[in-house]
């Protein structure tokens, strides 16, 4: 499951992506695009991030099988362009040692404030 901590205000920078019960140790990473399409199967997943795809950089989920990202929309090069009134959409990709390839997590809306 997919969340979003902190808010989506841009002035406040202080958006936490924050995925759970995915498999401990893990690395993965967060997608984000612009647009939102139906379930298409990838890995033991499904895509639903497609449109103008940007990544973060890698984590690795801790001991309680989470991880997550402090996202900075004011200097990271990934995250900057955002604006106000813009919906992005989310997803995490991670090896899954459990299905032997690739999942995602639900996906998740974010529309950033000011």
């Not at 202080?14 to 199967?41: H, I």
């Not at 997943?45 to 690795?60: E, S, Y």
């Not at 090896?95 to 996906?107: E, K, M, T, V, Y």
Request: aromatic content about 12%.
């Amino acid at each position: 499951m997919l969340a979003c901590g902190g808010s989506a205000s841009i002035r406040m920078n202080d958006t936490c992506l924050q995925v759970f019960s995915v498999p401990r140790g893990s690395t993965g990473l967060f997608l984000f695009g612009d647009t939102r399409q139906r379930a298409l199967p990838f890995g033991a997943g499904n895509l639903c991030v497609t449109g103008d795809v940007h990544r973060l950089p890698p984590v690795l989920a801790d001991s309680h099988c989470c991880a997550h990202y402090d996202v900075d929309l004011w200097y990271a090069p990934e995250t900057r362009f955002i604006q106000a009134g813009e919906t992005w959409h989310f997803q995490y990709l991670y090896w899954d040692h459990g299905a032997g390839q690739r999942n995602l997590s639900s996906g998740l809306a974010i529309t950033f404030a000011p």
